[in-house]
Protein backbone atom coordinates (compact mmCIF):
# COMPACT_ATOMS: atom_id res chain seq x y z
CA UNK A 1 0.00 0.00 0.00
CA UNK A 2 1.29 3.63 -1.25
CA UNK A 3 1.36 6.41 1.16
CA UNK A 4 1.22 9.86 1.06
CA UNK A 5 4.85 11.43 0.40
CA UNK A 6 5.70 14.88 2.01
CA UNK A 7 8.47 17.17 0.22
CA UNK A 8 9.68 20.49 0.78
CA UNK A 9 9.10 22.51 -2.52
CA UNK A 10 7.38 23.90 -5.09
CA UNK A 11 4.08 21.55 -6.17
CA UNK A 12 4.11 23.64 -10.02
CA UNK A 13 7.10 21.92 -10.32
CA UNK A 14 7.24 18.54 -9.70
CA UNK A 15 10.91 16.15 -9.46
CA UNK A 16 9.39 12.67 -10.65
CA UNK A 17 10.17 11.04 -13.84
CA UNK A 18 6.36 9.86 -14.41
CA UNK A 19 3.29 11.20 -16.38
CA UNK A 20 1.86 14.16 -13.54
CA UNK A 21 -1.15 15.56 -12.68
CA UNK A 22 -0.93 18.75 -10.71
CA UNK A 23 -4.38 19.16 -8.92
CA UNK A 24 -5.76 21.95 -5.82
CA UNK A 25 -8.72 23.65 -5.45
CA UNK A 26 -11.08 25.78 -6.99
CA UNK A 27 -14.42 27.49 -6.22
CA UNK A 28 -17.88 27.40 -7.97
CA UNK A 29 -18.20 31.02 -8.71
CA UNK A 30 -15.22 31.15 -11.07
CA UNK A 31 -12.81 33.12 -9.56
CA UNK A 32 -9.11 32.46 -10.31
CA UNK A 33 -6.67 35.29 -9.24
CA UNK A 34 -5.51 34.22 -5.45
CA UNK A 35 -3.52 31.42 -3.74
CA UNK A 36 -1.93 28.44 -5.32
CA UNK A 37 -3.58 29.84 -8.99
CA UNK A 38 -1.01 32.32 -8.64
CA UNK A 39 1.64 29.96 -8.97
CA UNK A 40 0.42 27.94 -11.88
CA UNK A 41 -0.93 31.07 -13.97
CA UNK A 42 3.01 31.88 -13.68
CA UNK A 43 4.04 28.90 -15.43
CA UNK A 44 0.99 27.95 -17.23
CA UNK A 45 -1.47 30.35 -18.71
CA UNK A 46 -4.09 27.78 -20.15
CA UNK A 47 -5.44 26.01 -16.68
CA UNK A 48 -6.85 29.69 -15.67
CA UNK A 49 -8.30 30.18 -19.49
CA UNK A 50 -9.74 26.27 -20.01
CA UNK A 51 -11.22 27.34 -16.16
CA UNK A 52 -12.63 30.52 -16.99
CA UNK A 53 -14.21 29.01 -20.33
CA UNK A 54 -15.84 26.42 -18.55
CA UNK A 55 -17.26 28.90 -15.78
CA UNK A 56 -18.97 30.82 -18.69
CA UNK A 57 -19.85 27.91 -20.52
CA UNK A 58 -21.93 26.53 -17.22
CA UNK A 59 -21.40 23.32 -18.38
CA UNK A 60 -20.86 20.96 -15.36
CA UNK A 61 -19.73 23.58 -13.55
CA UNK A 62 -20.19 22.16 -10.14
CA UNK A 63 -19.18 21.43 -6.63
CA UNK A 64 -17.48 18.00 -6.95
CA UNK A 65 -16.54 18.42 -10.57
CA UNK A 66 -12.68 18.43 -12.07
CA UNK A 67 -11.31 19.91 -15.34
CA UNK A 68 -7.88 18.45 -16.73
CA UNK A 69 -5.61 20.71 -18.81
CA UNK A 70 -2.20 19.25 -20.43
CA UNK A 71 -0.13 21.88 -19.75
CA UNK A 72 3.01 19.60 -20.72
CA UNK A 73 3.75 16.03 -22.49
CA UNK A 74 3.51 14.65 -19.30
CA UNK A 75 1.90 17.25 -17.01
CA UNK A 76 -2.18 17.62 -16.56
CA UNK A 77 -3.44 20.56 -13.44
CA UNK A 78 -6.52 19.23 -12.46
CA UNK A 79 -9.01 22.15 -11.64
CA UNK A 80 -11.21 20.59 -9.06
CA UNK A 81 -14.37 22.55 -7.94
CA UNK A 82 -14.27 21.74 -4.25
CA UNK A 83 -15.05 25.10 -2.79
CA UNK A 84 -17.87 26.75 -2.31
CA UNK A 85 -17.97 30.95 -2.88
CA UNK A 86 -14.33 32.42 -1.36
CA UNK A 87 -15.44 33.65 1.87
CA UNK A 88 -16.69 31.77 5.61
CA UNK A 89 -20.23 32.29 5.92
CA UNK A 90 -21.60 34.10 8.64
CA UNK A 91 -22.65 31.09 10.51
CA UNK A 92 -18.67 30.43 10.54
CA UNK A 93 -18.83 27.84 7.63
CA UNK A 94 -15.37 28.01 5.57
CA UNK A 95 -15.75 27.65 1.51
CA UNK A 96 -14.53 24.32 1.73
CA UNK A 97 -16.73 21.43 0.93
CA UNK A 98 -15.18 17.77 1.86
CA UNK A 99 -18.00 16.18 0.10
CA UNK A 100 -17.38 17.93 -2.92
CA UNK A 101 -13.53 17.17 -2.73
CA UNK A 102 -13.94 13.39 -2.08
CA UNK A 103 -15.86 13.56 -5.17
CA UNK A 104 -13.60 15.50 -6.68
CA UNK A 105 -10.68 13.07 -6.21
CA UNK A 106 -12.79 10.15 -7.03
CA UNK A 107 -13.02 11.49 -10.13
CA UNK A 108 -8.99 12.70 -10.66
CA UNK A 109 -8.68 8.55 -9.34
CA UNK A 110 -9.92 7.33 -12.38
CA UNK A 111 -8.35 9.81 -15.10
CA UNK A 112 -4.18 9.43 -12.76
CA UNK A 113 -5.19 5.29 -13.80
CA UNK A 114 -6.31 5.65 -17.13
CA UNK A 115 -2.91 8.19 -17.70
CA UNK A 116 -0.47 6.21 -15.64
CA UNK A 117 -0.10 9.48 -13.64
CA UNK A 118 0.97 10.27 -10.27
CA UNK A 119 -0.47 13.53 -8.55
CA UNK A 120 1.13 16.11 -6.31
CA UNK A 121 -0.42 18.91 -5.05
CA UNK A 122 0.21 21.60 -2.05
CA UNK A 123 -1.60 20.87 1.01
CA UNK A 124 -5.22 21.21 -0.84
CA UNK A 125 -8.09 22.89 0.45
CA UNK A 126 -6.04 24.62 3.88
CA UNK A 127 -4.89 27.96 2.40
CA UNK A 128 -7.72 29.65 0.85
CA UNK A 129 -10.69 27.69 1.10
CA UNK A 130 -10.53 27.20 5.21
CA UNK A 131 -10.06 23.75 5.03
CA UNK A 132 -8.14 21.14 7.65
CA UNK A 133 -5.65 18.86 6.65
CA UNK A 134 -6.66 15.95 8.99
CA UNK A 135 -10.08 16.22 7.19
CA UNK A 136 -8.26 16.02 3.47
CA UNK A 137 -5.99 13.63 4.24
CA UNK A 138 -7.96 11.02 4.93
CA UNK A 139 -10.09 11.72 1.59
CA UNK A 140 -6.52 11.54 -0.48
CA UNK A 141 -6.05 8.39 1.53
CA UNK A 142 -9.51 6.66 1.03
CA UNK A 143 -9.34 7.55 -3.03
CA UNK A 144 -6.14 7.82 -4.53
CA UNK A 145 -3.84 6.02 -2.20
CA UNK A 146 -6.03 3.64 -2.07
CA UNK A 147 -5.93 3.26 -5.54
CA UNK A 148 -2.08 2.64 -5.45
CA UNK A 149 -1.53 6.01 -6.95
CA UNK A 150 1.78 7.95 -6.14
CA UNK A 151 0.85 11.11 -4.16
CA UNK A 152 3.36 14.01 -3.19
CA UNK A 153 2.06 16.85 -1.07
CA UNK A 154 4.34 20.00 -1.04
CA UNK A 155 5.14 22.48 1.57
CA UNK A 156 6.37 25.67 0.19
CA UNK A 157 9.55 26.60 1.48
Known amino acids: MKEIQYLKGDATNPQTER ?8 NDIGG ?27 ENFNLGEIQLVEVETDIWICNMIGQHKIRTSSNGIPPIR ?3 VEECLEK ?3 K ?10 P ?8 GK ?7 IEKTLVRNNISVYVYDFE
Open 19 to 26: NKIITHIC
Open 32 to 58: WGRGFVIAISKRWEQPEIEYRKWFKSG
Open 98 to 100: YDA
Open 108 to 110: LTH
Open 112 to 121: ALKLNAEVHM
Open 123 to 130: RIGCGLAG
Open 133 to 139: WDEIEPI
